[in-house]
C-alpha cells in the first residue's frame, strides 16, 4: 500500500492526476492486484495506462482484467473529457497483451529498444 501511495503522490508532485483500483486479499488485508491510469491536464483528452501488477500466487483469477476494467470505469466518470486510453507493453507479455485485446485496445504503433550491458 506505501508504494501505491507513494506512487500516487509522486505523480502528483509532477502536476498529473491519477486513479487506482486495487485488488485486497480478504484473508491476509494484502493488496494483490493494482493498476494506475494517469491524466495530464495538458492532454486532457487521453488517459495514460501505467503499471498494473498481480502478485505471482494470486494471478489466474483474471484480477487484473478487473482492476483494470474498474479504473477505466473510474477515469470515465473522473475525466469526461479524455475519449482515449493509451497503453504499451512488451510482446513477451502476451497475458497482459491479451488482457488489453479482450478490453478493446488496439495497436497504435510499434517500438524497439536496445540494450547493452556494461561489465
Known sequence: ???VRHGEQALAA???QSVVAAAKHRESGDLVAYTVLIWRPAIPAAVLQDDTLVV???RGHA???LVKIANLRRAQERWPAAKVALTWNASENQH???IN???GFMP?????E??????
Not at 497504435?108 to 524497439?112: D, F, T
Not at 536496445?114 to 561489465?119: D, E, P, T
Open 1 to 3: 500500500m506505501a508504494r
Open 14 to 16: 509532477a502536476g498529473t
Open 56 to 58: 505471482a500466487a494470486h
Open 63 to 65: 484480477l487484473g482484467m
Open 96 to 98: 497482459m497483451l491479451a
Open 101 to 103: 485485446g479482450a478490453l
Open 108 to 112: 497504435a504503433g510499434y517500438e524497439g
Open 114 to 119: 536496445w540494450q547493452k550491458r556494461l561489465g
